[in-house]
């Protein structure tokens, strides 16, 4: 036997950034709660609206399974006495599992002969379950803070006002957040300002929508915005940009969502895009369009929720209300270009960066002095690398970016292509602020990833050298997100620059740091282990990276072109056995107190074995050698892929550890020559299978 569940809440108006996961993370408790139950259902679906949290399990059974439980007792010889009547430890297990004592028998449990119950556990009726599961959903919510209302004692992220929950056809008898389940559910508050009586759970989409006019379902709402909005777009000549997380706000801020067109005046065009498109999303929840070449045009779409009579009206209220907006950002941008960024720069003197790492203004001179090297070493514009830096923070006081913080950077190039300065220059304004995100986009300027390097590993050098590192999940700098961030610049804009120095020259810039010369190592440490997860994502197993690292190289580039080449040659068909071979001699020499030669002596060598492998080695590490110097190591490495045969044919015919010290040292010297060509790369003795 199973029927459908339903449980909705109703509520006033959700959080609508939050309304997303609520609905996940609710459904997802459900979902857990119901399967450690073992209650079988076929599927679950969420449901959320600005004033509703919901959940339908399909076919969810009537009961839990019956279960066969086997339950040991005391052990046989305690449990009958010489006449073998049961004794008070035999009768307390019989009454405890509710058996007669003339039932009682002993089996053996694999130890000893103990008294053993088997009983039959009935299931429980589901309805006697849910409220609890419900309860408990409710309680685990990702809710940052939870609100008491009127005189009420039960606290939630919003004031509560319904509680429907069906099984099948049936109200379940329950009490959550101190409202009774019942079987009513709430339509529009304008379209349909009444209550609706559902008659069994399975109706609850379809009445909410035909009836009530509300889409509950969060997903089909998202859609038919998303549909309705391109519609509108297409009205006007024009492409609609719909982030998903405007979407998926917008979602949640509506329960019977209509798109409406308007306009403002063409010549608001003349301020950054940036900021009317930040005006118009941030404040007003409006998508905004661009022509066929991606340029803004002067329309927006807004999503209403309601079905107007009169959509002009509503239409007319929006570019009422967008107008005064647009006119800020155009007097805000008009303002800041009569100041130039270069001008800006002493009122950072101001404005304290970290009260042990000084101003933003000092921070702004260690930047400049880090891209003057970085610059050096890159044989790039060191003139305009300094420059970037020196402005890099100045937008920061303007008014623009006082009003639109994601303005930041972007202001910035627009006022440094306003003051005349260079073209590099006025791109790293914004550059330096890449990549924002995951996946997100690299500096296209050298400069600009010039300066995006020094920022960020001022930051890290500093607030490591103060003792703020991240712990767990605390990162209140993004140290984490800066150190991939600057190990993705390195890498994928091919820059071979060495992290220690760097993190030494920055280091030494500093004057009130706290941690003393370990610091350089520790943050190095620090900021290569977030390449583990360069090469998770590629799927490159972890021994292969720990087979570079072991190398404790410090340049990101040659790191990461190491990885590659070993985890090429771990496909081979011959890597294992050199990897084990490799594993082999480390331990060998490990055992050799003495500092060993790489010399080999060709006179001493005397088994054909150990002449075929010197012949080979001097062979493969006069092809390699050039292979090394130009860094290709993916070709040095299948090279030596050919050793195999005479390293398996040395190990299997040649005593290393003669008793002729001569021959010893000779044959250490030769191995010694061996490891160091791998070692070149990589210390491969990594690849060999770790032993359970």
């Not at 008070?88 to 009682?104: D, H, P, V, W």
């Not at 300066?451 to 999940?473: E, H, K, N």
């Not at 920055?506 to 977030?530: P, W």
């Amino acid at each position: 036997m199973s029927a459908d569940f339903l449980v909705e809440l109703g509520t006033e108006e959700l959080p609508p950034k939050a309304l997303k996961n609520l609905m996940t993370s609710f459904a997802e408790t459900i979902e857990a709660n119901l399967k450690a139950a073992e209650l079988s259902f076929t599927a679950i679906k969420p449901f959320a609206a600005p004033r509703r949290l919901a959940v339908l399990v399909e076919n969810l059974a009537s009961e839990t399974p019956s279960k066969e439980l086997v339950v040991w007792g005391p052990p046989a010889a305690i449990a009958f006495d010489k006449e073998g009547q049961p004794t008070k430890a035999a009768l307390a297990f019989a009454e405890k599992n509710g058996i007669a004592a003339s039932e009682l028998k002993a089996e053996n449990d694999g130890k000893a002969e103990k008294l053993v119950a088997r009983i039959t556990a009935e299931g429980k009726k589901t309805v006697e379950l849910l409220e609890a599961v419900v309860a408990d959903a409710l309680a685990k919510l990702p809710i940052a803070k939870r609100m008491k209302w009127g005189a009420k004692r039960e606290e939630f992220v919003r004031p509560v006002h319904w509680l429907v929950m069906l099984f099948g056809s049936d109200v379940i008898n329950a009490s959550i957040l101190g409202l009774t389940a019942g079987r009513t559910t709430r339509g529009h508050r304008f379209h349909y300002n009444n209550t609706i009586d559902l008659a069994k759970a399975s109706d609850y989409a379809s009445v909410l929508k035909n009836t009530g006019f509300v889409v509950a379902d969060f997903a089909e709402r998202g859609a038919t915005i998303k549909q309705q909005v391109e519609a509108e777009a297409k009205k006007v000549g024009g492409v609609a940009v719909i982030d998903p997380a405007l979407l998926d706000e917008v979602t949640a801020l509506v329960e019977w969502p209509v798109a409406l067109t308007g306009k403002f005046e063409e010549r608001f065009l003349a301020v950054p895009a940036e900021a009317l498109i930040a005006s118009m999303k941030e404040h007003q929840k409006y998508f905004h369009v661009v022509d066929a070449n991606g340029k803004l045009k002067n329309n927006f779409i807004t999503v209403a929720n309601i079905q107007s009579k009169d959509p002009s009206q509503i239409i007319d209220g929006n570019e009422r209300v967008i107008r005064p907006r647009l006119s800020d950002a155009a007097f805000f941008f008009e303002t800041d270009k009569k100041t130039t960024l270069a001008s800006l720069r002493d009122r950072l003197k101001t404005i304290v960066f970290q009260a042990q790492l000084g101003t933003i203004y000092d921070k702004t001179e260690r930047v400049a002095g880090l891209a003057k090297l970085i610059a050096g070493k890159l044989n790039a514009d060191a003139a305009s690398a300094e420059r970037a830096a020196q402005l890099c923070k100045s937008d920061l006081v303007t008014n623009m970016v006082g009003e639109f913080d994601d303005m930041q950077g972007i202001a910035g190039y627009y006022y440094a292509v306003n003051d005349g300065e260079n073209a590099e220059v006025a791109a790293a304004m914004n550059e330096q602020y890449m990549p924002r995100f995951a996946g997100d986009q690299l500096p296209a300027t050298t400069t600009g990833a010039i300066i995006a390097l020094a920022d960020r590993l001022d930051t890290i050098t500093g607030i490591f050298g103060i003792g703020q590192q991240p712990t767990g999940s605390k990162d209140p700098f993004a140290l984490r997100r800066a150190s991939i961030a600057v190990l993705r610049i390195l890498v994928e804009k091919n820059l071979a620059l060495d992290l220690r120095d760097l993190l030494t020259f920055a280091k030494n810039q500093h004057k009130n740091l706290t941690v003393g010369d370990e610091l350089v190592e520790q943050v190095l440490a620090y900021m290569l282990e977030r390449f583990r997860a360069f090469f998770e994502d590629a799927n490159i197993p972890a021994e292969v990276f720990q087979s570079v690292t072991a190398k404790q190289l410090s340049q990101p580039l040659d790191i990461n072109q190491r990885v590659l080449a070993v985890n090429e040659f771990s496909k081979l068909p011959q890597a294992q056995a050199l990897a084990a071979a490799n594993k082999r001699v480390s331990n060998i020499l490990a055992k050799q107190n003495a500092t060993l030669s790489t010399e080999v002596n060709a006179a001493l060598l005397q088994e054909d074995a150990e002449k075929t492998l010197a012949a080979a080695v001097s062979a493969k590490a006069a092809v390699v050698a050039p292979l090394f110097a130009a860094r290709e190591y993916t070709k040095a490495l299948a090279a030596l892929a050919d050793l195999q045969q005479p390293v398996d044919a040395f190990f299997d015919s040649v005593m290393v550890m003669s008793d002729d010290p001569a021959l010893q040292q000779n044959r250490l010297a030769l191995l010694q020559q061996l490891r160091g060509l791998f070692l070149e790369v990589a210390d491969i003795s990594y690849l060999v299978p770790a032993k359970n």
